[in-house]
């Protein structure tokens, strides 16, 4: 901050005051209230909060909580958070996330009204400053997401017993998320796929009620959440016999996984491991979906992307996806995921390494 | 929107999007990309978004999409987002949420970008014109929030079964997590609570590894999904035995829900109910809440709210919860919670009513 020339940063959302006070609620899923976490350059962070929140954030190591009684349609927290901010920052720059992957919780016209309140101040962007911070992992926060990772590698094991021709979509995805919860996984925040013949379509979709069928390939790709950590990763199975094409595809998939972890290692730059992977399906990676892996932790996905134009450095205790995907023939996908993280030597492994062949259900 | 002057309304939020388009997907989970929906006077929506939605938007009503290859660190949608503004509303007003309980999810370096695309676009707060669209709910959505209540209403009844006084509050919300799947929903998006002696001291908190015990109260407040409605209500039960002041405030706020359900009548507004209820309570509401209800269907709480302040008048079709709470003694809470919809005549009641007696555990 002080090499920023930041007085003090300002934050909003869930994960960024999460990685500061330690406070965590579902409460976030409510987009009633707002919530601010006031860090200054010297002293300790300030919390503005809604009153319904003081005794979950009275449990942090946070001490100065300050409260109003929220939803106020006078003044939702803004003459409070405008009283912190010049009491720790004076005026001094304020720093919030404004980059990539950032957005700010707090209503456009608050903002507005916060800015009219601090009439000398610069808000700059702190998404740097904030990445730099969570980007690498401390061994505790690698713990619950490894537990994370193996509840649902557990879960998955079980796919081929709990699942069957004929069960529907919506079935299939219900029955694995209890499988997750009986492995461990405090939630499943996050389940998408679907099964089609040949290969899917896309990989973001709920589940249909349509019946999983001979013939099709199913992707479950899983946000599992163990103590406010997150693995992500997917697993695919054939629903009976699946065509040679498709075989050869998870083949090339896996493969390019495994010239992923070959490469991950300190001082390659996520660049490096996009192509690796990329060189490994022949140059095939689907273009629509952006990326092949990214940042894991607290968030489903994070920063850094394994992109062409990424040139983040890998160092030990970075958290990675390891994503692979290609099109098997005109709008069919395959991709595949593994979480690790980056070690001294070779990355560790996060998730139990999906089996060579695609297990099959039926 | 021609009465507010509006050429077109801009959208950046799951709820927002989904509720004009149809787009449903968990994938709002990863914060990396920004999705766009513009809804012009005229002519039909334009959704803005990362390719790898496309297939999925494809199976909505939305015929116009265009899309890019996101994460893209050189422009990451706002060229297209504008060449799209521009095109529908000319230099027109753009509506977008700035009001309460709305944010932008977009970077807000984009924001800058975007507007400096745009020169000579006014952007102007569309809040209340939204919340009128989304506060009454059709049959087909107040079907699916019913569904989501009832299953866990289902299993609500199977709790004094499943939990018993030893038990973690981590193991007995993972055991009813199960149990609310096993009843029907698409996922438990939120569950909060706690269990203490003599009642318990917030109701944000994630359960903690302490076991049940002997005299707590335990509240289970659950948000469950079905096709993206969610149902928002609470239980209460008593852990053996517990003391007589829990039991009587128990019946003071079910009894100040019975007056909120007599109360609940087109006509009647927002702060007439909350004046009933807490009347019912001797005037004792809980002020750290800040509300004894709100409304209820995409979002586990959406506009109006149930505080002295909310004229927003009840209508046929309005979704809501009525949660009274108060303390028992200091720092020691009851809150109880029912979802209905306001109907000409009596509201129909979507969850099944708490038993007058908090079920007994052990």
Known sequence: MAAEGLAALLLSTEPEIRWFSGFLTQFWQSPTRPWFLVVPARGKPVAV??????????????????????????DDGVGLLAAALSEHAGTGAIG?????????????????RLRAALPSTEFRDATGLIRALRRIKSEAEIDKIRFAAQAASSAFTRVPDILAPGMTETDAFRAFKI??????????????????????????????????????????????????????????????????????AHET???ATEAGLAAARPGATCADLFRTMQTAMGGDA?????????????QLTEHPSLTPWDQTVLEPGLVLTLEPGMEISPGK??????????????????TVRAPREMPVIG
């Not at 689907?286 to 607290?298: A, C, I, K, S, T």
């Open 179 to 248: 499988a997750a919860l009986e492995a461990g996984l405090d939630d499943v925040a996050y389940l998408v796929g679907a099964a089609r013949s040949g290969g899917y379509g896309d990989i973001i979709s709920p589940p249909a009620d349509r019946p999983l069928t001979q013939g099709d390939v199913l992707i479950l790709d899983i946000g599992g959440v163990h103590d406010g950590y997150y693995c992500d990763f997917d697993r695919n199975f054939a629903v009976g016999a699946v065509g040679d094409a498709v075989h050869r």
């Open 333 to 350: 996908l395959i991709v595949h995921e593994e979480n690790i993280v980056v070690r001294n030597g070779p990355p560790e492994l996060l």
């Open 49 to 74: 909060i809604p009153g319904i929140g003081a005794e979950c954030m009275g449990r942090t190591w946070i001490e100065d909580i300050r409260t109003w009684s929220a939803p106020d349609p006078e």
């Open 96 to 112: 919030l996330p404004m980059g990539p992957e950032t957005h700010l919780r707090m209503p456009l016209n608050d903002f507005e």
């Open 253 to 255: 998939v896996w493969q």
């Open 286 to 298: 689907e273009p629509n979906v952006g990326r092949l892996g990214h940042g894991l932790g607290m």
